[in-house]
């Protein structure tokens, strides 16, 4: 059994100016890691990586994610290079598809997805251990003898997680990557199902994801987390529900309701305690143990409510 590390989420929208105050909170109450988002159209992953790193003092920041046909690889590793010499041992860099309509949006999904990411994640870690790269003539990605200048090749090399649902991307990420970085919701079937896809042969960090609401009412705390829920049951997140004993009943729920806020009005209690992390801090911590037991090693809390930087407070109550 894993005991996670506990993280917490700096939401795509919090506004910038508030930014860097969410960082040094979450640094002061303890929490072990901080990640941050890079959603088309928000703010972009390294920029706020950096901010928040030079903002703090112990924190780990991760990256989730970075889509990796929306930036060269050599130019990814420039990023995640300066950030670990910066702040060696504080950076885990998130790799992924993105998502395929924003990706297809700015014309960069690519045609072979898996191939390019497999292909891109290999080439990412092997420029940050100082290699020297060249790719095979027809491969999805391109590299003719590239390679750090030595004095950016960081100490401390930064892990770099694969940031996917699917089962052959998750096989995937336990052949090129450290680990995976799980989006919401996490259930601990997801999780295990998860893990028992990505089949590393060795050491593999499971980075999850949840939304979370921490409080003394129970019942406050589930109400407040079922306005974060709207979108479970999308196509996208399929995998996610798929392992799930009330999968098909949830379908059936999302297919009746008119619009994604009556669905989540309508989820059963027994479910949100299930997809989500809310509840009063020993429900809380319960749950935390439970992905700790199918396979998550960091379990990051999505701040519910109007203000995630005083959620920050209760959150901590879970450590």
Do not use: K, N
Not at 234 to 258: G, T
């Amino acid at each position: 059994m894993t005991t996670p590390s506990l993280g917490v989420l700096l939401p795509r929208d919090l506004p910038a100016d508030r930014v860097l105050e969410h960082a040094r909170r979450a640094e002061a109450l303890g929490f072990d890691e901080l990640w941050v988002v890079e959603d088309l159209g928000f703010r972009g992953g390294a920029a706020q990586a950096a901010a928040v790193l030079a903002a703090t003092e112990h924190i780990h920041v991760g990256i989730g994610i970075v889509p990796a046909a929306a930036r060269d690889v050599a130019f990814a590793a420039m990023d995640a290079a300066t950030l670990a010499r910066l702040f060696p041992g504080r950076v885990t860099f998130g790799v992924g598809h993105g998502m395929p309509d924003w990706m297809r949006s700015v014309g960069r999904w690519p045609a072979r997805p898996l191939t390019y990411l497999q292909e891109y994640t290999a080439a990412l870690r092997a420029l940050l251990r100082g290699e020297t790269v060249t790719t095979a003539p027809g491969a999805a990605v391109v590299l003719d003898a590239v390679a750090l200048d030595p004095s950016s090749v960081p100490d401390v090399v930064p892990d770099v997680l694969l940031g996917v649902r699917g089962p052959r991307s998750l096989a995937a990420a336990g052949r090129v990557a450290q680990g995976v970085v799980l989006a919401e919701p996490c259930a601990p079937a997801y999780v295990r199902a998860a893990v028992e896809q990505v089949a590393a042969t060795g050491p593999s960090r499971v980075v999850t994801y949840d939304v979370a609401c921490v409080d003394d009412d129970e019942a406050r705390a589930l109400r407040t987390a079922r306005a974060g829920l709207t979108w479970i049951g999308e196509p996208d997140w399929a995998p996610h529900v798929a392992p799930l004993p009330f999968a098909a009943d949830l379908a059936d729920l999302r297919a009746r309701c008119a619009s994604p806020e009556e669905f989540a009005a309508a989820l059963p209690d027994a479910w949100v305690r299930e997809v989500a992390l809310a509840g009063t801090p020993a429900d809380v911590r319960e749950r935390v143990a439970a992905r700790g037991a199918a396979g998550a090693t960091t379990c990051v809390l999505f701040p519910a409510g109007p203000d995630p930087v005083a959620a920050l407070e209760s959150l901590a109550r879970v450590r």
